[in-house]
């Protein structure tokens, strides 16, 4: 598949389908915005691999509220 695509195999056995990533997404596995792997670098940048979503921020919990060089969100450590 192209880029910003999800690759899925079909029911039979040559079957292969693509779909698009959410808008949200660069990469993704699927079409909804619960689906990204990474974000794009514009608009909603920072990742929450839990969710596998992306926000304009980190959410504001008791446990993640930082995230890596990556705009990746993290756990915080004893500190927070």
């Known amino acids: ?7 899925f195999l079909g029911s039979g056995s ?3 389908f693509c779909t698009a990533c959410h808008t ?8 909804t915005s619960t689906d990204c792997l990474s974000c794009k ?3 909603k940048t920072k990742y ?4 596998q979503t992306c926000n304009t921020a980190c959410p504001n919990n008791s446990t993640v509220k930082t995230y890596d060089d990556a ?3 993290r756990n915080c450590d004893s500190s927070c």
């Open 1 to 7: 598949c192209q880029a910003d695509f999800a690759g």
């Open 14 to 16: 040559n079957e292969f």
């Open 71 to 73: 705009g990746t969100c």
């Open 41 to 43: 670098t514009t608009g």
């Open 24 to 31: 949200d997404c660069l990469t993704c596995d699927g079409g």
């Open 48 to 51: 929450y691999p839990d969710l």
